[in-house]
C-alpha cells in the first residue's frame, strides 16, 4: 500500500495544526507564573512552574516527533517505519500522524 497524495496532504495538514498548537502551548508553559509579591504567591508560582517543566518536555518530545513527520512528509519517507523499512499501517497513522515505527515492532519494543 502506498500512500496517495490526497492522504498525504491531509496528514500534512494534520501535522501542521498539532504544530501550531503545541509551540503556543510550550509558549505559554515557558513564561514563569507572577502571582503577586508574597511568600505564599512565590511559593505557589515555584510549584507552578515545576509541575509545568515535565509538561513542557512531553510537548517538546510531541513537537519533535511531529517535526520529523513533516520532513519525512518532505522527503518521501513519510509512513516507512523507521525499525523494520516496511509502511506503517494507515489506520495508525490516521490515529497517531507522528507515528515513526509499525505496529508490529511497538509490540515487540515493549517485550
Do not use: H, W
Not at 490526497?6 to 498548537?21: D, G, I, N, V
Amino acid at each position: 500500500m502506498i500512500l496517495d497524495e490526497k492522504f498525504l496532504k491531509k496528514q500534512k495538514k494534520a501535522l501542521e495544526t498539532e504544530k501550531q498548537k503545541l509551540e503556543k502551548k510550550i509558549k505559554e508553559l515557558e513564561e514563569y507564573p507572577d502571582y503577586g509579591r508574597g511568600e505564599d504567591d512565590n511559593a505557589r508560582e515555584v510549584s507552578d512552574f515545576e509541575s509545568n517543566l515535565s509538561v513542557e518536555a512531553q510537548l517538546k518530545s510531541l513537537l519533535k516527533k511531529t517535526n520529523t513527520a513533516l520532513k519525512a512528509i518532505e522527503n518521501g519517507t513519510y509512513g516507512k517505519c523507521k525499525n523494520c523499512k516496511k509502511e506503517i499501517e494507515k489506520g495508525r497513522l490516521e490515529s497517531m500522524p507522528y507515528a515513526a515505527i509499525c505496529v508490529s515492532c511497538k509490540k515487540q519494543n515493549k517485550k
